[in-house]
Nanobody
Framework: QVQLVESGGGLVQAGGSLRLSCAASGRTFSRLIMGWFRQAPGKEREFVAAISQGGFSTYAASVKGRFTISRDNAKNTMYLQMNSLKPEDTAVYYC??????????????????WGQGTQVTVSS
């Protein structure tokens, strides 16, 4: 089992920045592929970014160039640095983890473990 806890969400004005964190426990963090997803009101959950065990990353087109995913294996923590935020980035952000090695992972079904989510609200 893997336990995931997100933090860092909040209210920010358009153009601002936030950094989300996802703390993991229960498995060897360095062996996990980690991802971020988000779900806006009335919409399905969508892929945001993912990072492999070796540090390779992939992004949704809507966030590429604005968001950066990273991981610190010594701290068992993944991050999502979000810059130039837009109102359409408003959503609950979830971190996800999977211990299988298939890469890239952009589908919800590819992740076995999920956090509870953290709210990000971007005001215009």
């Amino acid at each position: 089992q893997v336990q995931l806890v997100e933090s860092g969400g909040g209210l920010v004005q358009a153009g601002g920045s936030l950094r989300l964190s996802c703390a993991a426990s229960g498995r060897t963090f360095s062996r996990l592929i980690m991802g971020w997803f988000r779900q806006a009101p009335g919409k399905e959950r969508e892929f945001v970014a993912a990072i492999s065990q070796g540090g390779f990353s992939t992004y949704a087109a809507s966030v590429k160039g604005r968001f950066t995913i990273s991981r610190d294996n010594a701290k068992n923590t993944m991050y999502l640095q979000m810059n130039s935020l837009k109102p359409e980035d408003t959503a609950v952000y979830y971190c996800a983890a999977d211990q299988r090695t298939t890469w890239p992972k952009t589908g919800e079904y590819e992740y076995d473990y999920w956090g509870q989510g953290t709210q990000v609200t971007v005001s215009s």
